[in-house]
C-alpha cells in the first residue's frame, strides 16, 4: 500500500478510535474504562502490548496495565482539558448521557441491527445509577428537541473545523492527530537493567513482541516508518546517543536468542493477526452493554444481545487473534 494511503487510513482510524476513547472516559462513572479497552485488542497496537495482563506479568510489572489510559490519551491527543469541557457540558445538561451511548452506537454498531442499544439502556437506568452524575440523565437540556439531533455527534463529527484539528497533534507529515513528535522517556531505563519486550518504539513507551505488531504501531501513531525514523534522528544528531543498561540487556537477550533459536531477529511470540476491527468492535459494543445494562433492569435486553452476539463470538473464538489477549476479569484483579 503506498505511503500516503497508510498514513490517511492511519490518520482516520485515529480519529475514529479518539472518539471512542473520548466517549468511554465520559461513562466512566458506570465503567471499568480498563477493562472496556481490552475487549478491543487494536487499542494495544496504540498504548503497546505490554500495556495487557499478559505481557505485562511476562515481564514482572503490573503497574503497566495502569498506563494504557495515559499512552491512548497522548496517541489520540485527548487531554483532560477536553474531558473536563465536555463533563462541564454533562453537568449542565446540554449534553446527556443518552446521547454519548447513541454516539457510540455509531461508531461501534456500524449500522448493524442490534436487538438493542446502548441508548436504550442509559434511558432506563435505575434512579441510583441516574443519581452518580446529577442532571446529567435527567431532562436536564431544554434545548433538546428533534431525537435525530444528537449534539455529542455533532461535536464529533459535524463541527467545522472537526474536534480532532483542535486536539493536541502533530500538524507536519503524519497528518492532522498523529500525536506531537517526542523521543522515548529513558529515564527508568538508565537506572537499571529493565526487562523489555523485543521491539521498543523510539518515539514512546509502547513494546511489541514481534517486529510486524511493532510495524502496525508507527504507521499508526507516528506516521510511517520513513518519518518516524527521520524524527528519531532529528530529536538525537546534535549529541551522541548514549546506550542505556537497558537497551544493552536487550541486545545481549536478543543476540543469546538469536544464536539459541537460529533466527536473525527473536520475536517474544510470532505474529497474529488480531480480529477484523469490525469485529473487534462489536465485541467492544456488547462488553458495553453488558456492563452498562448492571445498572437497570434490563436482564431481557442482555439475553438478547447475547443470542445476537453469539455468531460474532463463535467467529471471535476461532481467529487466532482471541488467543493475543486475556479475558477481562484479568485485568481487574491486577
Ligand atoms: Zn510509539
Redo the contacts with the bound molecule.
Sequence with gaps: MAERTVRHTAMEQRILYGNIFFLLQLLAPWLDVSAMLAECPLFYTYGGFDCCYRWATYLQDKSRTKQLQCRLAEAFGVAPVELANAQAKIDTGEWRCEDLAAALDKLLLDGKAAPSSLQYVLQNFSVEAKAKVPMSCTDGRAAYSAPSANPVLEYLEGHAPPVYVARPCHKGPPEHAAMPPRVRDRKAGFQTALPTLAFC?R??E?EFPNRRAHDE??DM??GGSRWYINAFHSFHELHPYVVSPTENRSSVQRFARAQQYGTKEFDNEPYLEAPPQSLQKLLLWETLYKALAVHGNLEEGIQKVTVWMRTFRDAATEHNGARLFPPVKKTETV
Design positions: 518504539c518515539m514512546c509502547a504501531h508507527v501513531v507516528h
